[in-house]
């Protein structure tokens, strides 16, 4: 080999150990860079881990609440009909109760009306009796004065 050949090759070779340093340079960042990756990768898990377990709690949250909402709604469902049966209920007893105090409330007034039409009766009877009483001693009161009178004259 020349010379110039050799000077030409110590050049390159110089060259490609400049390269290889700053390839070295490159891949000391490159190791640092896939460290702190690795890094951030296990603190994205762990917040991903915790998060996962923060959902899951929140989901079961969410399913106790609306089973319990169900619950509520459904017990509250039943106490509204039971109110209504008992309301209903009531009513008809009330309608009943009604119906039985307008019977007993007419019966009565009836048996009040025959009451006072009987008495109507027995007080017309004894008024017409004392007015033909009254009538006829009346009548012989003036019989008896017409024939006071008659006396009178003739005797008198």
Partial sequence: MSMPDLAKLIDNVAGLNQDMAKVGTLVDRLDTTIIKLADISANVSQLLAVHESKLTAQEIITKQTVDLVEKRRIETEEKLQLIHAR???????????????????????????????????????????????????????GVFGALVGILVKIYG
């Fill in 87 to 141: 309301i209903s209920s009531g009513e008809k007893e009330l309608t009943a109760k009604i119906d039985d105090q307008y019977d007993d409330i007419l019966k009565e007034l009836k048996d009040m009306r025959k009451e006072s039409t009987d008495q109507h009766n027995k007080l017309s009877n004894r008024i017409t009796t004392m007015e033909k009483w009254m009538w006829t001693v009346m009548g012989a009161a």
